[in-house]
């Protein structure tokens, strides 16, 4: 059984830092990525890797503030975002894909094939 537990969320004051986990266990995973989701409208791309960090792209919105990287040893992916602004306040989903092959597409959530909980992150002005 996949499970993909998230933690690392919180409140951090604009220019803070925080930094998001995605531990996954059950399957093999080929790539994982990071979404965020406004209220209302559907998961926007932030930031996704292959697991061994062959390859990894960002949105404009977070190069060079935010960082995704993996840990093979613990499963777990993570998403350090620096210099945070209030406009990155959102829920945080990691998703991860079980398959290498030319079907994934880093930026679309549904060539994604689980899902973590999601993990609230505000940003105080």
């Known amino acids: 059984q996949v499970q993909l537990v998230q933690s690392g969320g919180g409140l951090v004051q604009t220019g803070g830092s925080l930094r998001l986990s995605c531990a996954a266990s059950g399957r093999t995973t080929y790539a994982a990525g990071w979404f965020r989701q406004p209220p209302g409208t559907g998961r926007e791309f932030v930031a996704a890797?292959?697991?061994?960090?062959?390859?990894?792209d960002y949105a404009n919105a977070g190069k060079g503030r935010f960082t995704i990287s993996s840990d093979n040893a613990k499963n777990t992916v993570y998403l350090q975002m620096n210099s945070l602004k209030p406009d990155d306040a959102d829920v945080y989903y990691c998703g991860v894909r079980f398959r290498g092959d030319s079907n994934w597409y880093p930026t679309t959530p549904a060539t994604y094939d689980y899902w973590g909980q999601g993990t609230q992150v505000t940003v105080s002005s």
């Open positions: 890797s292959t697991w061994n960090n062959g390859r990894s």
